[in-house]
């Protein structure tokens, strides 16, 4: 079943009348091969027949498979009846030539990467915009001050273009791993029932691949290695988790008490059926609770890789699952995290006010290295830094009103450094004069 929050685009890839017409592609490739090879008897004429009239119904295909408790099987015979309909009684049957020489997972297994490539396109869509978006937006807040938190503590000044940029970089990175498994999925295999080609000329596999844009299979035994398939969801994962992390941040940056960034709020939304002054970052808590779906996933694809002997189907069941809602549900949040980021309400005069939150604190650094530079121990500098700092903590842990980092620094005896130097320590742009680097860099980034 297709979830109620799938997008149009990705949702098709998965619903049966995709699967059976590349299906029937693949089984009409397959007869064109033969017929071109001219070994197993089948004509030109024939498979031209069969181009020309194969086709299904589901609803057909469903009737029969609930005698035959077979899909292919099912598939098979619902696509002959459309073949041989119009083959007057006695004449030879041109179905017969359909599926020649081939096994189930042939047809599956072939039919299944082609729709993983058909999905990790929407995929590599889905991140572009998303990074193309970041990159504006972090060239837009090049010069928006903010602090940089480390352990969610207050830790030196920075800039929001910093936050959209590490986004962008990981939307590019989340482009290039797409795209490396996208060659590692395009594989078909028709090579039989165990993948020794007992029954049908390798060439019939290569045709058909060519023809989808796939490459054969090394070495199949009859189904493609699933360590491909694991290395699909683990990207699908991976790149979930980085959709996780971008909207971890918003999330936390949303809190009432930091209030620096915002997810659109819509005209007419609620936000609490009990609480009407709420602005909940419900859309963004809806990223984060898909992607641990998709990271969950992954799992089953690690599990599915070791299969009895030359094959079984126990991936089978468990791929019907995870393969379609982990593309439908990554799908679903890069939308939503595209709509985020794009709308994203940033409040610079917040950012401003928790800049000063902690009193000059954040300054430390650059006290501690300019006591360094004027000859004083790094560990006695340290501690200088470090008593003052503590005695402004605790007035801020205690909602006390006190002298500020600054101050306190210029009354202690034992600080040597005059005003005019410490007027250009506390400059926040003291930290930043080398972020050109990072926004020249993020200038030549292309999706």
Known sequence: MIPRYSRPEMARIWELENKFDIWR???VLACEAQAELGQAGITLEEAAHIRATAAFTVERIDEI???????VIAFLTNMAEYIDADIAPGDPMPSRWVHFGMTSSDLG??????????????????????GEICKRRALETREMLCVGRTHGIHAEPMVMGMKFGRWAWAMKRAEERLM???ENIAVGAISGAVGSYSNIDPFVETYVCEKLGLVPEQLSTQVVPRDRHAQFLAVLATVAASAEEIALEIRALQKSDTLEAEEPFAKGQKGSSAMPHKRNPITAE???????????????GFDNVALWHERDISHSSAERVVLADSTIGLDYLLGKLEWILDGLVLYPETMKANLDRTRGLIYSSRVLLALVSAGILREDAYDVVQRNAMLVWDDIQQARSGPSYRERLDADPDFPICDEELEIIFDPWGFLSRIDVLFDRLEGLSF
């Open 286 to 300: 809806r990223v984060c609770g898909l992607a641990r779906v998709i990271k969950a996933n992954a799992q089953v």
């Open 25 to 27: 592609e693949i089984e």
């Open 180 to 182: 490396r498994t996208r």
């Open 65 to 71: 498979e609930s005698v035959t408790n077979h899909d």
């Open 109 to 130: 297994d072939t039919a299944l990467c082609y729709q993983m490539t058909q999905a990790i396109d929407i995929l590599v869509a889905d991140v572009r915009r998303i």
